[in-house]
């Protein structure tokens, strides 16, 4: 199976495109320049695509001769927000019909919208399960009973925000909640804690009920912990099983090298009260 992957920043297209090299599963990178890192190229030739160009999208897609697609890697929300004076008219007409611009809506509407071309967006879990985060504490520092329960709190919090797509993440101490990740993204969210709850915070990060593994699944990784360590953070809880882990062997020993507990759980998706 041929597979296109449309590449957003970070570290989670590099992972996909390991395994489908494990798998021998054809892959072609389509970049978007300033986002997509270049040395993706290792991996395989990238069809470069202009930022905000969506018919230029679908017209390189075609040419390449892709049908399935994945969507990985982060585009921040507040980018698409910022430049969309670079839009194409295809992509502005897109916007037009959106009723509702959160990320959730963008992210099904360039699904639906690509799908309409004859394209298939495929659930890339296959190729990422061995980085999905399991349940249970994964370094060697625990949190403490008191910690624990903040986790607990701030997890049903966090999956209480998610729902709204507000955000993924919130902070947490002594079971208040400090701060909410709203448009800023999750390291601002977790360095805008430390500032307004001081040291000890307590960062929980969660996908959404129902969560589309398509697109826009939670990720954690060393800028986390590099953000914890700013915040100075005590603990990331995140949902067990839904949360993406990349570089794990590193990111336990520099979690461990700095005192912070990491522990994947369970939650249901219960009302707040």
């Not at 897609?61 to 008219?89: A, C, R, W």
């Not at 009723?99 to 360039?110: C, F, N, S, T, Y």
């Not at 690509?114 to 990422?128: A, C, H, K």
């Not at 307590?202 to 060393?222: E, F, L, S, T």
Request: proline share 3%.
């Amino acid at each position: 199976m041929k597979i296109g992957l449309i590449a957003g920043a970070g570290s989670l297209p590099e992972e996909f495109l390991k395994s489908a090299k494990e798998k021998n599963t054809e892959v072609v990178i389509f970049g978007i320049k300033g986002i997509t890192d270049p040395s993706l190229e290792k991996y395989g030739k990238i069809v470069w695509i202009d930022f905000g160009k969506l018919q230029q999208l679908i017209d390189k897609l075609k040419e390449e001769n892709v049908q399935n697609l994945v969507m990985l890697g982060k585009i921040e929300h507040k980018t698409l927000i910022e430049n969309i004076h670079e839009f194409d008219n295809r992509a502005l007409m897109f916007l037009s019909k959106l009723q509702d611009k959160r990320a959730v809506p963008i992210l099904e509407g360039i699904i639906n919208e690509l799908e309409t071309e004859g394209f298939r967006f495929i659930n890339p879990v296959s190729f990422l399960e061995r980085i999905l985060v399991k349940e249970g504490v994964l370094t060697k520092h625990k949190p403490d009973e008191n910690q624990l329960k903040d986790a607990v709190f701030g997890l049903k919090i966090a999956k209480a925000v998610a729902n709204l797509d507000i955000g993924q993440t919130v902070i947490v101490k002594n079971q208040i909640v400090i701060a909410v990740e709203a448009i800023e993204g999750t390291d601002k969210c977790i360095l805008r804690g430390g500032e307004l709850g001081g040291e000890g915070t307590v960062v929980c990060k969660v996908a959404r009920k129902n969560q589309d593994m398509r697109y826009d699944v939670p990720v954690i990784g060393i800028q986390t912990i590099k953000s914890m360590i700013e915040a100075k953070a005590k603990v990331l809880a995140v949902e067990a099983g839904k949360t993406y882990l990349i570089d794990k062997e590193n990111f336990i020993k520099f979690a461990d090298e700095n005192g912070i507990s990491v522990i994947g759980l369970k939650i249901e998706d219960e009302p707040v009260c």
